[in-house]
T-cell receptor, first 116, second 115 residues
Framework: NAGVMQNPRHLVRRRGQEARLRCSPM?????VYWYRQLPEEGLKFMVY????????ESGMPKERFSAEFPKEGPSILRIQQVVRGDSAAYFC??????????????FGQGTRLTVV | AQSVTQPDIHITVSEGASLELRCNYS??????LFWYVQSPGQGLQLLLK??????LVQGIKGFEAEFKRSQSSFNLRKPSVHWSDAAEYFC?????????????FGTGTQLKVEL
């Protein structure tokens, strides 16, 4: 049973370009969470999705960031017109049921975005 | 709002010594508590979790943690540290109410092990 798969592992973008980060949850998991980790900081919640629905996007910046989790295929975190401050590690996690229940989240290895 | 405080940013211990990493949380009800470990350039691996029941929780790699409601704490311990334990450790809180359906992380404790 493969774990949470994120790709790419490393992504370099020039300022103003778009970044697309992909996350395939564990088999049987329909709940996906995106977190951002800035240097020397902990993980900050961005968004929580179930298939075809955004459940909680309270941690998403209001502009340039969007996320989706389509019926088929991976979850995508999209950052438009990237700026240097977007440089961070982006982690995806998945769970079998929502984390309001007594379940655990499994994390991918992250995508490290560098904006030059 | 839920929050987690890890007061120690860096800790250095000698191999074979005991370890305790502190974690204090703020949550409006009985929390779900987690400890994760992150090696450089890697994702997060779950060490242990507390949902309910016995307040002393055993995890992988010889780690344990104790939930103390009166102190709002969930400290991580290991009796004898190995050099391979050097990593960053994150405490996280979640639960069914308030900010449920997401984990809130502390800022992490970087553990260095001296040989």
């Amino acid at each position: 049973n493969a774990g949470v798969m994120q790709n790419p592992r490393h992504l370099v973008r020039r300022r103003g370009q778009e970044a697309r980060l992909r996350c395939s949850p564990m088999k049987g998991h329909s709940h996906v969470y995106w977190y951002r980790q800035l240097p020397e900081e902990g993980l900050k919640f961005m968004v929580y999705l179930q298939k075809e629905n955004i459940i909680d996007e309270s941690g998403m910046p209001k502009e340039r960031f969007s996320a989706e989790f389509p019926k088929e295929g991976p979850s995508i975190l999209r950052i438009q017109q990237v700026v240097r401050g977007d440089s961070a590690a982006y982690f995806c996690a998945s769970s079998r049921v929502g984390l309001g229940g007594n379940t655990e989240a499994f994390f991918g290895q992250g995508t490290r975005l560098t904006v030059v | 709002a839920q929050s987690v405080t890890q007061p120690d940013i860096h800790i250095t211990v000698s191999e074979g010594a005991s370890l305790e990493l502190r974690c204090n949380y703020s949550y409006g009800a009985t929390p779900y508590l987690f400890w994760y470990v992150q090696s450089p350039g890697q994702g997060l691996q779950l060490l242990l979790k507390y949902f309910s029941g016995d307040t002393l929780v055993q995890g992988i790699k010889g780690f344990e943690a104790e939930f103390k409601r009166s102190q709002s704490s969930f400290n991580l311990r290991k009796p004898s540290v190995h050099w391979s334990d050097a990593a960053e450790y994150f405490c996280a809180v979640g639960g069914p109410t308030g900010g449920g359906n997401k984990l809130t992380f502390g800022t992490g404790t970087q553990l260095k092990v001296e040989l």
